[in-house]
């Protein structure tokens, strides 16, 4: 199968990269997925929830505040100002869940992209 690298980064540093098979992304627009050869586009980001398949099937979150990302056929980056992945046992799961919720509470967004972005991390929870 086909895979693409993908990079997080914040201005405090990187907080993912590796190979994937797909990325959800917040789009200013709403939600939209990219698999390896995606076409080449440049968006913005809304408050939300970027969900990730790795390479070994796993699937990975990171909430995000706001930012941009470029695509291209081998590569996805995103900038966002601030991101929590939520990995990790049950103890940091539930800490990263609670950095979460108050990065996307302090987020500049429509309080209805807050809203679902704090519930869909509650969901991520929920699965833990």
Known sequence: ?????????TPDGLIFDNDVKQVTLPG???EFGVLP???TLVSLLNTG????TT???KKMD???????VKVDETKTTCIVDGAIALVGDDSE???????AK???????????????????????GKSF
């Open 28 to 30: 200013s627009e709403g």
């Open 37 to 39: 050869e995606h076409a």
């Open 49 to 52: 929830v970027i969900s990730i």
């Open 93 to 99: 799961i539930a800490k990263a869940i609670e950095e």
């Open 1 to 9: 199968m086909k895979l693409m690298k993908l990079e997080i980064v």
């Open 102 to 124: 108050a990065l996307l509470k302090s987020a500049e967004a429509s309080n209805s992209a807050i809203a679902a972005a704090v519930s869909k991390v509650e969901q991520i």
């Open 62 to 68: 990171v909430a995000i505040n706001s930012g941009y």
């Open 55 to 57: 390479s070994d099937d």
